[in-house]
Nanobody, 119 residues
Framework: VQLQASGGGLVQAGGSLGLSCAASGLTFSRYTMGWFRQAPGKDREFMAVISRSGDSTYYADSVKGRFTISRDNAKNTVYLQMNSLKPEDTAVYYC?????????????WGQGTQVTVSS
């Protein structure tokens, strides 16, 4: 299983950035997909999760209303659209896959993509 996250970069506060995560080696439509982040010196933090079909989503309070998770099962890809970015959103962002709808336990993890928000 391989999860390849991309789309990170440097953006000014208040700006937007879109992340993608391309999955291979698994039947994508059978997996719940999640996004997490980890800032330097901090624990990994749950951001968002989307169900296998995409009809259910759940967000951390810190990003609710600013971030949107979506997926395209035909392209084996999950997305995270991030708007109204803040300096505290700076972190390495990871995508993850699991058979269950969860905010914690995931079987497979991507390599991460760096997001830096300047003030």
């Amino acid at each position: 299983v391989q999860l390849q996250a991309s789309g990170g970069g440097l953006v000014q506060a208040g700006g937007s950035l879109g992340l993608s995560c391309a999955a291979s080696g698994l039947t994508f439509s059978r997996y719940t997909m999640g996004w997490f982040r980890q800032a330097p010196g901090k624990d990994r933090e749950f951001m968002a999760v989307i169900s296998r079909s995409g009809d259910s989503t759940y967000y951390a309070d810190s990003v609710k209303g600013r971030f949107t998770i979506s997926r395209d099962n035909a392209k084996n890809t999950v997305y995270l659209q991030m708007n109204s970015l803040k300096p505290e959103d700076t972190a390495v962002y990871y995508c993850a896959a699991d058979r269950l709808f969860s905010t914690t336990q995931y079987a497979f993890w991507g390599q991460g993509t760096q997001v830096t928000v300047s003030s």
